[in-house]
């Protein structure tokens, strides 16, 4: 099975940017399809963003299109979330998640890293 580590998240302001990453080891990332989840307190976790094997295939919530991009790069077996824009309602401990199934149906993703917080200030 796959490990999960993210890095990246932070403090930053509204109207800022952070890019977060998630380094697999154990297996190679290019087997999966890889996602970003996040769970702010009170609140079920939300299916943010998702790439394919291929990376043509990608999804975004309605709420993160246009200023959140995910990206894959399979020779350092690292998967990016890059957010611009970023607004208070983006405060939230955001997962990588993989995916050996579809890349756009959130349960069949079944391996999840630790998780990093992101906390957008007004």
């Known amino acids: 099975q796959v490990q999960l580590v993210e890095s990246g998240g932070g403090l930053v302001q509204a109207g800022g940017s952070l890019r977060l990453s998630c380094a697999a080891s154990?297996?190679?990332?290019?087997?999966?399809?890889m996602g970003w989840f996040r769970q702010a307190p009170g609140k079920e976790r939300e299916f943010v963003a998702a790439i394919g094997r291929s990376v043509l295939m990608t999804y975004y919530v309605d709420s993160v299109k246009g200023r959140f991009t995910i990206s894959r790069d399979n020779a350092k077996n690292t998967v990016y979330l890059q957010m611009n824009s970023l607004k208070p309602d983006d405060t939230a401990v955001y997962y990588c998640a993989a995916s050996s199934r579809r890349y756009n149906v959130r349960d069949d993703y079944d391996s999840w890293g630790q998780g990093t917080q992101v906390t957008v200030s007004s």
């Open positions: 154990g297996r190679a990332v290019s087997m999966y399809a």
